[in-house]
């Protein structure tokens, strides 16, 4: 396998010199890489600072500067049809710790191969979202008193999803709603830690609510993220403009439905960078996130720190919007719609509550949020007494 120039392969070795710790992060660092839960390794790894501990994650191609300048150990993959394979071995390798698995089926036989090998290591997940049957569904309904959803399209990993829970040594999930559902579920090993965000990109400062309202979103399009509602939304208030950003299997669908119905208030851009997808936010007026099934959004928490007040419904919690606040919770598609009425109708509540988001967001910086997460898997790993929050 040729290992990119800008790679280094980790060692074998069960420690370096200079550390007592050594943790695997089966997660891609690669530069090009937009997925929120390989977004969220690179954004700890890039800022874990502890001299004791070694950290070793994996890419297909060069990844981000700061985790390669961060001294982070790089696995380099293959870019074609054996990454898979590569990530199961890598799994094997003398590590003390293992952070953040995948729910891939290399992730699962990686780790059932270690334990049939008898080498067992402390492992660390993390909860992001309801993942889980219909019967465990209405469980955490019951127990809530509240509907819940699970993310749709995924059934499939049920299996997989509940096995990796269920053999990890500790869940860190990023709300406090989840870590109740994960205790629930897998009993009194789940602690309760935020995501956070990059506040040196996502800033209210310079925001400007524009003289038409500008409804945004941003996600990939795609069925579980219920677009229908979108153009619902956008077909009622043709006033306003509706736009939301990102890719997916359903964006050129959606584009073409919206021409057909001369709907020319609804555009579909595609992706942004960070920066750029600031910017938006920044020259918008209401963000709008019409899914059932998230765990914490992070584009809920950008949106925020960039002024604008967030619709989104309130099934799974997510502590970005306290209701009345910086934004509104709904509990059905029909109270959604009228949240969003409200605003449109009311500029001094777009801009208090757009005001109270930046002021949250300052807490929710990954400078200041990172090192808590690189305690506490420390902690884990070396068996010391675990604090929740």
Not at 39 to 52: I, W, Y
Not at 239 to 267: H, P, Q, T, Y
Request: glycine letters at 8%; hydrophobic letters at 40%; proline letters at 6%.
């Amino acid at each position: 396998m040729e290992i990119p120039s800008t790679m280094q392969t980790a060692p074998e070795s069960e420690n370096s010199s200079n550390s007592s710790l050594h943790v695997f992060v089966p997660r891609w660092m690669n530069r090009s890489d937009r997925n929120a839960q390989n977004s969220n390794a690179k954004a700890m790894l890039s800022r874990f600072s502890d001299p004791q501990v070694r950290w070793t994650a994996i890419a297909g191609e060069d990844p981000i500067p700061a985790v390669v300048k961060n001294g982070i150990d790089i696995l380099g993959f293959s870019r074609g049809h054996l990454w898979p394979y590569e990530l199961l071995l890598s799994y094997q390798k003398r590590f003390d710790a293992i952070f953040y698995p995948g729910v891939m089926w290399p992730d699962e036989f990686g780790l059932k191969a270690r334990r049939a090998s008898g080498r067992r290591i402390p492992v660390i997940a993390t909860m992001e979202g309801v993942l889980t049957d219909s019967g465990n569904v209405a469980k955490l309904a019951e127990h809530f008193g509240h509907p819940i959803c699970s993310q749709p399209g995924v059934e499939h990993a049920i299996p997989r999803i509940r096995w990796m829970y269920e053999n990890s040594d500790h869940i860190i999930a990023i709300s406090p709603f989840l870590a109740k559902a994960g205790e629930l579920l897998y009993g009194k090993k789940v602690s309760h830690l935020p995501l956070g965000i990059e506040t040196g990109i996502f800033y209210s400062g310079g925001r400007r609510d524009p003289e038409r309202c500008r409804v945004v979103t941003a996600g990939t399009v795609k069925g579980s993220k219920n677009p229908e509602l979108f153009l619902q939304l956008a077909a009622r208030y043709r006033d306003a403009e509706f736009v939301w950003f990102g890719d997916g299997e359903m964006r050129s669908l959606l584009i073409e439905k919206a021409k057909s119905v001369g709907m020319a208030n609804l555009a579909f851009p595609g992706s942004l960078l960070p920066e750029k997808l600031a910017h938006e936010f920044r020259n918008s007026s209401i963000f709008v996130l019409t899914s059932r099934s998230e765990g914490v959004p992070k584009v809920t928490q950008e949106a925020a720190a960039c002024g604008l007040p967030v619709v989104l419904n309130g099934f799974f919690e997510a502590p970005s919007v306290v209701h009345e606040q910086n934004g509104l919770v709904a509990w059905s598609d029909e109270e959604l719609t009228e949240q969003v009425s409200r605003l449109l109708q009311d500029s001094t509540m777009r801009a208090r509550m757009g005001q109270k988001g930046a002021e949250m967001a300052k807490s929710w910086d990954w400078n200041r949020i990172a090192p808590q997460w690189e305690q506490l898997i420390v902690d884990v790993a070396t068996s010391r007494p675990i604090h929740s929050e």
